[in-house]
């Protein structure tokens, strides 16, 4: 059966232990919690409404919400 995870063996740096490091297995990052991910809307138009810094951009045939000030507004459409 196919988890969503792997696990990686690791060494410690200050006793030289090994130690298991999770990382997910689609996108290899490590699975720490505090990064959030990124909304997908079907429409953009009220998120750009809530904060004033929010700008619209498209890149690569997407259309993105990004602020640099407050990045968890960021959006993605497509």
Same mark, same amino acid.
């Given at each position: 059966? #196919?988890?969503?995870?792997?696990?990686?063996? /690791?060494?410690?740096? /200050?006793?030289? =232990?090994?130690?298991? =490091?999770?990382?997910?297995?689609?996108? =290899? /990052?490590? +699975? !720490?919690?505090?990064?959030?991910?990124?909304? *997908?809307?079907? +429409? @953009?138009?009220? @998120?750009?409404?809530?904060?004033?810094?929010?700008? #619209?951009? %498209?890149?690569?045939? %997407?259309?993105?919400? *990004?602020?640099? !000030?407050?990045?968890?507004?960021? =959006?993605?459409?497509?």
């Amino acid at each position: 059966m #196919l988890t969503n995870r792997t696990e990686k063996v /690791t060494s410690c740096p /200050t006793n030289g =232990a090994p130690r298991l =490091a999770r990382f997910d297995y689609l996108g =290899a /990052t490590p +699975s !720490s919690g505090v990064e959030k991910k990124m909304k *997908i809307k079907n +429409s @953009l138009k009220s @998120l750009k409404n809530r904060h004033r810094e929010n700008r #619209l951009v %498209r890149r690569k045939g %997407r259309v993105y919400i *990004i602020n640099k !000030s407050n990045p968890r507004f960021k =959006a993605r459409q497509g």
